[in-house]
């Protein structure tokens, strides 16, 4: 099993009231758990968000806390509902309302990695499935929940950044012929999740380190985005997704050597939007 639900770095002063997270950074594949699937081990790493966590690893720096997932995306999916459970993985699930994560074998307990690839051979039983879900999936959300919780009893607002990649073949649908292709995507529910003005900053972010920001296409936030994201009551969610071609090798799983270049811009990236819940008063004056 995983060694950790989740590793939490936290800043030495509370600053800020984002809080970022990065749900499937997660890298600890349990040799039990390659022993079972079908997949070699480079093949089952192909949907994790390899090397997100590093990207972000500046935020404590910034008064922001930094929750990263211990167990890998393709052992447990916590950007999932621990509802969204799939009949045909998990023995004794019945078949409810159709779910098209579920369908496509992305429930909270991953049918299949990226390309559909299978990770296992048959089934696994309901009891390895609530085993995995109560162990790294329930602790990990209740720490992230307790955040976000603090945050708000903080600053009056909580602000959840909520950190993926994304394959550079992802954007191939939008991408225009004669214009940049996007290299970020923002997803906030097509704003159900957050207010505007907080997207906008946060695309300013990223737009003024000169990467090309788009919103909630193809990717509008999952499960994260939708549970926590409650501008109404002053705590909102936004899904970054970036290009893992920027940074990183996506057929060998490592660096690429533009990586130090990209965390460097990353790092400033981070000190922008922890600033965006910075109470005003903690705010620089602005130059004259």
Not at 23 to 34: A, M, T
Not at 82 to 99: F, K, M, Q, S
Not at 190 to 206: H, K, S, T, W, Y
């Amino acid at each position: 099993m995983p060694k950790a639900a989740y590793h939490l770095s936290h800043p030495q002063r509370r600053t800020t009231s984002v809080v970022f997270a990065s749900p499937h950074s997660g890298r600890d594949y349990p040799w039990s758990f390659l022993r079972r699937t079908n997949l070699d081990e480079h093949s089952v790493r192909s949907s994790e968000d390899a090397f997100v966590d590093q990207l972000f690893e500046p935020a404590p720096r910034y008064g922001a806390p930094l929750i990263r997932a211990g167990a890998p995306r393709a052992f447990v999916d916590l950007n999932r509902s621990a509802d969204e459970l799939d009949p045909a993985l998990i023995e004794g699930v019945r078949r409810t309302g159709h779910n098209p994560r579920v369908a496509s074998g992305l429930g909270v307990i991953p049918r299949v990695v990226a390309n559909g690839q299978a990770i296992y051979t048959g089934k696994i039983s309901m009891a390895e499935a609530t085993r995995r879900i109560d162990t790294y999936w329930r602790p990990y959300h209740e720490a992230l929940a307790a955040q976000l919780d603090q945050a708000h009893l903080m600053f009056g607002q909580a602000i959840l950044v909520d950190c993926h990649s994304m394959p550079h073949e992802a954007m191939d649908s939008v991408a225009r012929s004669g214009v940049r292709r996007p290299e970020v995507v923002l997803g906030d529910r097509f704003g159900a999740a957050a207010a505007p003005e907080i997207v906008d900053r946060v695309e300013a972010a990223f737009s003024a380190a000169g990467l090309v920001v788009t919103r909630n296409t193809p990717f509008a936030g999952a499960f994260v985005t939708q549970h926590y994201g409650r501008p109404s009551r002053g705590r909102h969610a936004v899904q970054i997704e970036i290009d893992r071609a920027l940074y990183m090798n996506e057929q060998l799983i490592r660096p690429n050597g533009h990586f130090d270049t990209f965390r460097k811009i990353l790092d400033g990236i981070v000190a922008e939007i922890a600033a965006i819940g910075r109470p005003a008063a903690q705010q620089p004056l602005a130059a004259e």
